[in-house]
């Protein structure tokens, strides 16, 4: 253990009696007495995540292990190489500074889901954010949760990006004012350079702009972005508002199927005109990821039961179903005319609720193999399925398996399905890092656990006889940079 300083939440110790008083507050302590030993000591200049008290390395997940050359020299690639993100959020730059930014901006994103699942209130968590509040205050509020979710992928995250980025080695009760104070300091011109380029040394991300969802234009700055934009909202059209707003954004007027579908062709050539790189869809979020192949009648039917009656709202399940699947097969086939990457939402959803089962990527399976000519993205690494996700990366030649987000959501689970990856899918495929964040703070924490997952990988696959020690850093490059450059640069765009 580290000789840093603890925190404690609770004045004086409170012995448990024999083992069977397991109180709150005795699981508390514990809890605060938990070292992030899976941090101490590292700087910046090395992704590692790892090392003891007496300077040995332990592995990204946190399991002490050897050290070995090959590892070292890996670490040191990939601290040193330029890397691809292929999936972001993050507001841009000058949004940003509009913003008042405090400690608890790193309690934003992802980790403010954490919260409310150790059991913080929603409201609680949703205060965090309230520059009025007092930061102690807040900090108050906070901190009996943060010994509990610091411990997860998202905790290490911040927990990196503090140490990293501000100079703070941990996040308690003697370091959260002066990481505030440099937080806040920093949001300044010239912080996404710092940070994106310089620091976590991304060529460019793939920005998938949350202000774009419902139609809004891309605001594209091609220093730091590719833009994807999102056409869900015609797939998931159902009410007459939904029409309404359609034909505002597009200008044609919607009062038949072959309407709504002219309208899709055309923000396609909107977006195309603004620089769109390619499309995503998020529906997962939505409804299952199951797509079936729906004849025209059979949409047109669904579209005039949907919007032919007064109240369209009492149509079944099963007639939005029908116009949802058919108008994804319509947004497929415009990717496909215009040459440019689809991404796809799989697997675990964002947030405290949660329908894992319909975000399985195997459902896709129809609609990967109808149109072999599209290059799909599929993000995630399908979590929790990550097997039926490297099966369809495996056998399917338009299949780009993408690891971006689970490296925080639980680093142990990106090696294993990394390691998986390498055995089943050819190593022009493999996408190995999207930061998937709003904030600058967590795109380089994670990109720096990115980097630590791939280098361990490699290294345990060379240690243990299955790559030869010279590809594995020609692999790191094809994972981590070239693959994710090769699908976002060879695409022709628009012809015009
Ligand atoms: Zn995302």
């Given at each position: ?5 603890h ?5 004086h110790s ?33 992704p590692?995540?790892a ?22 020299a ?5 601290a040193?190489?330029?890397?691809l ?6 507001w ?7 913003k ?24 609680a ?7 009025e ?47 505030s ?31 774009t969802?419902?139609?809004e ?38 009062s038949?199927?072959a ?5 899709l ?8 005109r ?6 995503k869809?998020?529906?997962a979020y ?7 192949k ?13 919007f ?10 099963a ?16 990717v496909?005319?215009?040459?440019i ?7 675990f ?6 329908h ?23 993000f ?18 338009n ?28 190593a ?11 904030h600058v ?9 990115a ?8 290294a345990?696959?060379?240690e243990?006889?299955y790559?030869?020690e ?6 790191m ?10 699908l976002?640069?060879?695409n ?5």
């Amino acid at each position: 253990m580290s000789d840093k300083p603890h925190e404690h939440h609770h004045g004086h110790s409170h012995p448990h009696s024999g083992g069977k008083d397991l109180s709150r507050r005795t699981l508390m302590q514990a809890a605060a007495a938990f070292t992030p030993l899976s941090l101490v000591g590292s700087s910046g200049a090395d992704p590692l995540l790892a090392k003891d008290s007496s300077g040995r390395p332990l592995g990204v997940a946190g399991q002490p292990r050897s050290d070995s050359s090959i590892w070292k020299a890996l670490r040191e690639h990939a601290a040193r190489m330029t890397i691809l993100d292929t999936h972001e959020h993050l507001w841009h730059e000058d949004v940003r500074l509009q913003k008042k930014v405090d400690f608890f901006l790193l309690f934003s994103h992802y980790t403010d889901a954490d919260l409310v699942t150790a059991g913080m209130t929603p409201q609680a968590v949703h205060d965090l954010q309230n520059p009025e509040i007092p930061l102690e205050k807040r900090w108050k509020d906070f901190a009996p949760y943060w010994p509990f979710t610091r411990t997860t992928g998202y905790g290490r995250c911040m927990l990196i990006a503090a140490r990293d980025l501000f100079g703070i080695e941990d996040i308690n009760k003697q370091t959260y004012r002066l990481l505030s104070e440099r937080i806040a300091a920093a949001n300044k011109p010239g912080w996404f350079e710092e940070v994106l380029k310089e620091k976590a040394r991304i060529e460019y991300s793939v920005e998938d702009d949350l202000t774009t969802i419902r139609g809004e234009p891309l605001k594209l700055n091609p220093k730091f972005y590719k833009m994807v934009s999102r056409f869900d909202y015609f797939i998931m059209a159902n009410r007459r508002e939904d029409l309404d707003h359609i034909e505002k954004v597009t200008g044609v007027a919607v009062s038949k199927l072959a309407d709504l579908e002219d309208a899709l062709a055309k923000a396609f050539e909107n977006r195309l005109r603004e620089g769109m790189a390619g499309v995503k869809s998020g529906l997962a979020y939505q409804r299952s990821l199951h797509y079936e192949k729906v004849s025209r009648e059979e949409a047109e039917r669904a579209f005039n039961t949907l919007f032919g009656t007064p109240s369209p709202a009492t149509a079944d399940a099963a007639t939005r179903k029908t116009l949802e699947d058919y108008m994804m097969h319509k947004t497929v086939q415009q990717v496909a005319e215009h040459h440019i990457p689809f991404q796809i939402h799989t697997g675990f959803e964002a947030g405290n609720r949660n329908h894992v089962a319909r975000t399985n990527p195997s459902h896709l399976s129809d609609l990967l193999n109808e149109y072999p000519q599209v290059r799909f993205d599929l993000f995630h690494g399908g979590y929790p399925y990550g097997g039926e996700f490297a099966a369809l990366g495996k056998s399917l030649a338009n299949v780009y398996p993408d690891l971006c987000w689970l490296h925080i959501i639980a680093p142990g689970v990106a090696k294993r399905t990394l390691h998986e990856l390498i055995e089943t899918v050819p190593a022009n495929k493999i996408l190995g890092f999207g930061g998937d964040f709003f904030h600058v703070e967590g795109a380089y924490g994670h990109a720096q656990m990115a980097r630590a997952v791939t280098a361990e990988v490699l290294a345990e696959k060379v240690e243990q006889g299955y790559l030869r020690e010279e590809e594995a850093p020609l692999l790191m490059e094809r994972i981590l940079y070239l693959n994710g450059k090769e699908l976002w640069s060879a695409n022709p765009a628009s012809p015009s």
